[in-house]
């Protein structure tokens, strides 16, 4: 198996790509070692000194690191632990793993249609964008013209994110859908 490894735009994320398909569906984002209790392979990632943040998208892991650790030293142990997990066929993620990306809200009908149009924009051209570069943004709510997204993965943190969101994401949303007034980060 080879793993190829890809610079992000977030100096302290790299991306993984095994190539193989590790999730079917969505993604799962870890900032922590008690939520990566919900993943094997994420809860193996952290048990590596200097991994601050697991994210697993549908064919890569984006790994972040602390300010002090150094990539040199963390990349074997991250390729080593990565190739050990999938060659031993071990699940991605657990039986009880449940990622709810949207917050309870009830949208009026005109909303409803917003909201679809967003989604769409976001599923068509925004998320394969932000996957090149090891990230993942997913929608949260709409809400007084204003779209709340949470950032993941390497976008997480990024020095560049809110270039993106701003200049990009919320550029393009305006565009097609004059509903939308702002986007905004929903803090991780």
């Known amino acids: 198996m080879f793993i190829q490894t890809q610079e992000t735009p977030n100096p302290l994320t790299l991306k993984f790509i095994p ?18 209790q919900k993943s094997p392979l994420a809860t193996r990632f952290f048990d590596i000194d200097g991994i ?23 990349k074997p142990f991250i390729l080593s632990t990565l190739m050990d997990h999938l060659l031993a066929q071990k699940p991605i993620l657990s039986d009880i793993y449940e ?7 009830t949208y ?3 909303e409803l249609q917003i909201v679809e149009q967003i989604k769409d924009l976001i599923e068509a051209r925004i998320r394969p964008a932000v996957a090149v570069d090891g990230g993942d943004i997913v929608f949260s709510k709409f809400q007084e013209g204003i779209v709340f997204l949470k950032l993941r993965g390497a976008c997480s943190g990024c020095p560049s994110s809110s270039f993106t969101l701003k200049s990009g994401i919320e550029s393009m949303l305006k565009h097609y859908v004059p509903e939308v007034l702002e ?6």
């Open 108 to 110: 009026t009908e005109e």
């Open 19 to 36: 190539g193989i398909i590790l999730l079917m569906t969505g993604s799962a984002d870890f900032a922590s070692r008690e939520e990566a």
């Open 183 to 188: 986007v905004r980060a929903v803090p991780s």
């Open 99 to 105: 990622d709810l990306e949207e917050t309870d809200i």
């Open 52 to 74: 601050t943040r697991v994210f697993i998208g549908e064919d890569f892991v984006s790994i972040t690191k602390d300010n002090d650790a150094d990539w040199d030293t963390l």
